[in-house]
């Protein structure tokens, strides 16, 4: 690792415990919260690739306690408030979705930060990333009422422009977003769509 990089991580990871965030990565949905303001107070968000609770925590301040957080992961995460549940599940499995319907059937907000175990092998971690992400979108599409926001991580490669022109014809407006606390050398982009069209959801039923 560069030393610049790894002088980075070390700065948010240090900021990180300072303010009792489970993870680094939660200054990556600040953030895009920051800029977009894709979560409101009250609000049901479902989070994908939970574990170990950084963006939950993110999510769980601002929705406060009328609001409410399902985070879901093949790790087990632990509780991180009396407005999260926690549901283990590979959401490329299919009884991954009647896990979430039994938890809540719609959701305001839908936050994937799911990567894969990075292998080194660049084809195959871009490809996993890619799974992932279109399992998102997927996801969303099921779970995400009209006019909700969804933000998602993907590694750039092979399938990233499909995956911008589907969430195109689903949403109102989508931005990619590489926040500050991501890597510059990592292929990881955030891509937040906003306002799921009204038809979207019809369609999926
Ligand atoms: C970068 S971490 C997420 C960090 C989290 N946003 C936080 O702030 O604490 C990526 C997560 O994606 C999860 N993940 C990867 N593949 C998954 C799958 N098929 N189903 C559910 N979760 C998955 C991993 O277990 C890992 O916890």
Not at 24 to 37: N, P, V
Not at 38 to 62: E, F, H, T, Y
Not at 153 to 178: D, M, N, R, T, W
């Amino acid at each position: 690792m560069q030393w610049h990089v790894k002088r980075k991580n070390e700065f948010y990871y240090k900021k990180a415990k300072e303010l009792g965030y489970r993870s680094r990565s939660a200054f990556k949905l600040l953030e895009i919260q920051e800029k977009f303001r894709i979560i409101k107070r009250g609000d049901r968000v479902l989070d994908l690739g939970a574990a170990p609770g950084g963006w939950s925590q993110v999510a769980a301040n601002i929705v406060g306690d009328n609001g409410m957080i399902i985070g879901v992961d093949v790790q087990p995460a632990p509780n991180i408030g009396k407005n999260f549940r926690f549901i283990l599940a590979d959401v490329t499995k299919e009884n991954s979705e009647g896990k979430i319907a039994k938890a809540c059937t719609t959701f305001d907000v839908v936050l994937s930060d799911m990567s894969p175990q990075t292998t080194g092998i660049k084809d195959i971690d871009v490809g996993v990333s890619n799974v992932l992400a279109f399992k998102s979108l997927h996801l969303t599409k099921i779970f995400l009422k009209a006019g909700g926001n969804f933000a998602c991580k993907i590694f750039q490669g092979k399938y990233f422009v499909a995956f911008l022109s589907e969430a195109k014809e689903y949403f109102e407006k989508i931005h990619s977003f590489k926040p500050k606390s991501s890597d510059k050398a990592s292929r990881e982009v955030y891509i937040v769509c906003l306002g799921l069209k009204e038809h979207v959801q019809k369609d999926s039923e």
